[in-house]
């Protein structure tokens, strides 16, 4: 049988979804507002367990239309895995929108962006018995921190733990293998201390296995592809199994703002 996400039907998610931030808060020039808001992925029904915060979608999401899909998201995915937890999570982004450039000081403390993002947050954890929560970078610890900041924060008590952003190597290394490797390493050694805080934090895992840590390089196994209950109906394998379908086309940075190539992967359509 294939399941499916049925979408943002129940309260309080539907009015979250009718009522979001458009361009006169994300501006255009620092936000790629033209592909929509990406809200979410996992589960809105009172089962998740571990709440997660992203940083901000690219160009699977914005076809998908669910967040964290892409490389980040398959290793967030098997990060989940280690802890026994397949299904009962929820994401979602510091930013609604996909960040375009450097986010500007201005941007980090605009009150109408956290507000909105306060909502979603006040939402899932009087919605889901959270037990843990796991930030994904500088920008979405910080957003954390902020929510710490408000009074609606005081009623849930909930253990934060930071992790290195999943393509931070990539990011931080510029197409030089040897830094990737270093970078790599030192984020896995990261996930693997933040792991063993989470599994002792996590009661209620939906498997229950001994905590098998990371190498110091990726492993077969360590990626895990997305299940099928994260996204709308009707999505093929191939969107939530393998990563570089989309991406961002064209001569100058006008088009590539304006195009998302979308190719199927080789070996999906046999030779006819
Ligand atoms: N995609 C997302 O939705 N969030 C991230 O942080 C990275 C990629």
New binding site residues.
Partial sequence: MRLFDPGYVEEPFKSLCQDYPDATVYPIENFRVEWGPIFHRGRLDGSARVLLI?????QN?AVVRR??V?E??QRTQGFLAKLGIDRSYVMI?TFLYSVYGNVPAKIKKSAAIADYRHRWLKALLTTQAIEAVVT?GSLANEAWQVWQATPDSQDFAIPQVPIT?P?RPESASDGDPQKLREETKTMLNQWNTALQTLHAAINHPDREQPLNLYGDSWQPGDKVAIPDIDFPPGLPAWMRETDNWARRSGKNLLAKRRNITITVPKGVVPKL
């Fill in positions: 992203g940083q901000d979608p690219a999401e967040i964290l892409g980040a998201g982004n994904l952003h393509t």
